[in-house]
């Protein structure tokens, strides 16, 4: 699942190709993913493209007064062309969901929204504003926000019972974190995915700021200026634990681990994280803390 890195990433290449063309045709391939029917889709044609904005995972593309809303969930992405083609699609048939098409600028564009897999997630929204989505009105601050300080995320803590794992993927807590870095933000902080929220000390709070700040300050870093195609090898790259289960922690060498939850599993290492306790399958008994 693309993140804040990604997703910021791919909203400025987006920005960089897309300001100052004209939507000419738009085909939703799959019902399934519009959530939306006022305005209609159809009325993006012939729009200008005036901006292009992130919002936690949301992507935005805005056109005189409408927006093209989009969120990749799981399993989705973005595949760019110079060289697009309008071949009429079918209905439901094949990865892509949505294909989008743009004249002017230095040429013309395209831009296929595709989803593998049978479980869709992936959402489009065709709104007047941004903020008619549910999901952007639900958002929590994001990361790299003016007003998210250390204070703040305290505060968050320090009123939640939740796990803190669960917490920093809640898109409503905080916008744009994910499965795969808070794995990573976890391991920096060198604290326990199943820590309770409220039980963190001032230490460890200013200790996971920094993480958070840290873990995708970088991956941001890494990720701008990338194409969408190299946005994926890039993430799997730079990550420590997530994803490395029986691989050898990279800071002291003890071996990764994993814990698997009926949909998506999350990985840590016990010496870094949880005083090298092994944490037991949520489905077949009880966590260690």
Not at 105 to 130: C, N, Q
Not at 150 to 156: G, K, P, Y
């Amino acid at each position: 699942m693309p993140e804040l890195p990604e997703v910021a990433a791919l909203t400025d290449f987006l920005g960089q190709q897309l300001i100052g063309t004209v939507f000419t045709k738009v085909q939703i391939v799959s019902f399934a993913v519009l959530k939306t029917a006022d305005p209609p889709f159809s009325g993006l044609e012939g729009r200008a493209v005036t901006g292009v904005r992130r919002f936690g995972k949301f992507v935005c593309v805005d056109a005189d007064g409408v927006s093209f809303v989009f969120h990749l969930a799981r399993a989705g992405w973005v595949r760019f062309t110079d060289a697009p083609n309008d071949i009429r699609l079918k209905m439901g048939q094949g990865h892509i969901a949505a294909r989008l098409s743009f004249s002017g600028g230095s040429g013309p564009r395209g831009l296929d929204l595709t989803e593998a897999g049978t479980k869709k997630g992936m959402a489009i929204y065709v709104v007047r504003d941004p903020y008619d989505v549910p999901g952007i009105a639900a958002l929590g601050p994001d990361p790299f926000s003016a007003g998210f300080d250390v204070d703040i995320l305290a505060e968050i803590l320090g009123s939640s019972s939740q796990q803190v794992k669960g917490l920093l993927r809640s898109q409503s807590v905080i916008a744009g974190i994910g499965n795969a870095y808070s794995d990573e933000i976890l391991h920096a902080a060198r604290i326990s995915p199943f820590a309770i929220a409220k039980s963190l000390d001032r230490e460890a709070v200013e200790l996971l700021y920094d993480s958070i700040h840290g873990i995708l300050g970088t991956a941001l870093k890494e990720a701008s200026g990338k194409a969408p195609n190299e946005l994926k090898d890039t993430k799997r790259s730079h990550m420590r634990v997530h994803g490395r289960s029986g691989e050898a922690c990279p800071v002291c060498g003890d071996t990764v681990r994993e814990v698997s939850f009926a949909d998506t599993a999350l990985q840590y290492c016990p010496t870094c994280q949880t005083k090298g306790k092994i944490l037991a399958d949520r489905r077949t008994s009880r966590f260690l803390k």
